[in-house]
């Protein structure tokens, strides 16, 4: 009984560990039969944005300058003129005031007007008229209104003043401004410009003082700021091959006036008179010229006359701008050029504002003379 009995333990344990070794065989089957763990996959990279480049903003363009009216130049020619030029009327109208008009009062009428570069021979001729007028003992009439008749007669009321600005059979006018460096020559071109501008004219302005770069650009400045058409060429240019060009563009775009600035050198007349008259040779290819501007400084007396003789005889003037009048000029000079040249001034300048030009009114002269 006791052997039966440790014979079924011993089978039972045999069974147990055969059992054992079994599942122990599955379990390493099982295990190494497994698929082998995947290394994590990094999610793609999201490709860099591209930023396209942005377009070059461009900058506004200049809003375009409503250039004044002639009217209200006028206004302000009177008004200028008044405060600049008064002291000339007034000192003469308190010597032709007097009670008793005697050499001495004579002689010192004669020494303002010489004084204020009216020049001697128009000097004498008022001083003559005047004494014929009011020399009569108990003579009534007023001597403001026989000094304003007698000034106006001198300064020429029946003067053409009119600017040639339109050319025949649909050309353009051409108009040629001379003149030396520094009397304002380049501005009194952008100057004039406004003015046809307000007149609704289309300009086209030719820069042909390439000497000097300066001038080149401020000619382009004030185009840009009335909006009209500026031909140039680099500097050194030959000026006669600018302003053939200036008139041609006129021609083609149906210009109403091309307008060209010239050089200002006055080395020796020889070599002026062969560049201005190129330059007018040139042009009159295309159009012939309308207007001949000569610009003066006012407040240059003497030497301004001097520079206007060498340029009548150089090239064939038809006008004469004054500028800086409102300043140390004195008012005779607008008469004793008159008379120098034969020619009539046109325009005048106020000051340094864009639109302080204005055409010449020979009465507004003369009331701003009396003040």
């Known amino acids: 009984m006791d052997s039966l009995v440790l014979l079924v333990l011993i089978i039972a344990l045999f069974a147990a560990a055969v059992v054992g070794i079994g599942v122990g065989l599955v379990v390493s089957s099982r295990r190494k039969s497994a698929p082998p763990l995947e290394a994590p996959v990094a999610p793609p990279e999201t490709p860099p944005e591209t930023?396209?480049?942005?377009?070059?903003v461009e900058a506004p363009a200049p809003a375009l300058e409503k250039p004044e009216?002639?009217?209200?130049?006028?206004?302000?020619?009177?008004?200028?003129?008044?405060?600049?030029?008064?002291?000339?009327?007034?000192?003469?109208?308190?010597?032709?005031?007097?009670?008793?008009?005697?050499?001495?009062?004579?002689?010192?009428?004669?020494?303002?007007?010489?004084?204020?570069?009216?020049?001697?021979?128009?000097?004498?001729?008022?001083?003559?008229?005047?004494?014929?007028?009011?020399?009569?003992?108990?003579?009534?009439?007023?001597?403001?209104?026989?000094?304003?008749?007698?000034?106006?007669?001198?300064?020429?009321?029946?003067?053409?003043?009119?600017?040639?600005?339109?050319?025949?059979?649909?050309?353009?006018?051409?108009i040629?401004?001379?003149?030396?460096?520094?009397?304002?020559?380049?501005?009194?071109?952008?100057?004039?410009?406004?003015?046809?501008?307000?007149?609704d004219r289309k300009v086209v302005l030719g820069a042909a003082d390439t000497f000097r770069a300066a001038a080149v650009e401020q000619l382009a400045t004030w185009a840009e700021r009335v909006g009209v058409d500026v031909v140039r060429g680099p500097e050194g240019t030959d000026p006669a091959s600018v302003a053939f060009e200036a008139v041609k563009e006129g021609v083609?775009?149906?210009?109403?006036?091309?307008?060209?600035?010239?050089?200002?050198?006055?080395?020796?007349?020889?070599?002026?008179?062969?560049?201005?008259?190129?330059?007018?040779?040139?042009?009159?290819?295309?159009?012939?010229?309308?207007?001949?501007?000569?610009?003066?400084?006012?407040?240059?007396?003497?030497?301004?006359?001097?520079?206007?003789?060498?340029?009548?005889e150089v090239v064939n003037v038809t006008g004469i701008v004054l500028t800086k009048l409102d300043g140390s000029a004195k008012g005779g000079i607008v008469v004793q050029v008159q008379r120098e040249l034969g020619v009539p001034?046109?325009?005048?300048?106020?000051?340094?504002?864009?639109d302080d030009l204005a055409p010449f009114d020979a009465g507004a002269f003369v009331d701003a003379l009396l003040g």
């Open 51 to 56: 930023v396209a480049p942005e377009a070059p």
């Open 252 to 312: 083609d775009v149906g210009a109403d006036t091309v307008i060209v600035d010239t050089a200002g050198r006055l080395q020796n007349k020889a070599g002026l008179m062969d560049e201005l008259g190129k330059v007018k040779r040139v042009i009159e290819k295309q159009a012939p010229v309308t207007e001949v501007l000569l610009v003066l400084d006012a407040t240059t007396g003497q030497n301004g006359l001097i520079q206007a003789r060498v340029f009548s």
């Open 69 to 174: 009216g002639t009217a209200s130049r006028l206004v302000r020619l009177r008004q200028r003129l008044a405060g600049s030029q008064g002291g000339l009327g007034r000192g003469l109208l308190a010597l032709l005031s007097r009670d008793r008009l005697d050499e001495d009062t004579w002689e010192s009428i004669e020494d303002t007007l010489l004084t204020a570069d009216v020049g001697v021979a128009p000097t004498q001729e008022l001083v003559e008229r005047l004494r014929t007028r009011l020399r009569v003992e108990g003579n009534t009439e007023d001597p403001r209104v026989v000094l304003r008749e007698e000034l106006l007669t001198l300064v020429g009321p029946d003067m053409d003043r009119r600017l040639q600005v339109s050319g025949v059979d649909g050309q353009p006018g051409v």
């Open 345 to 354: 001034v046109k325009l005048v300048g106020l000051g340094e504002g864009a």
């Open 176 to 199: 040629l401004v001379v003149g030396v460096n520094g009397s304002g020559k380049t501005t009194t071109v952008g100057k004039i410009s406004r003015i046809l501008v307000a007149e």
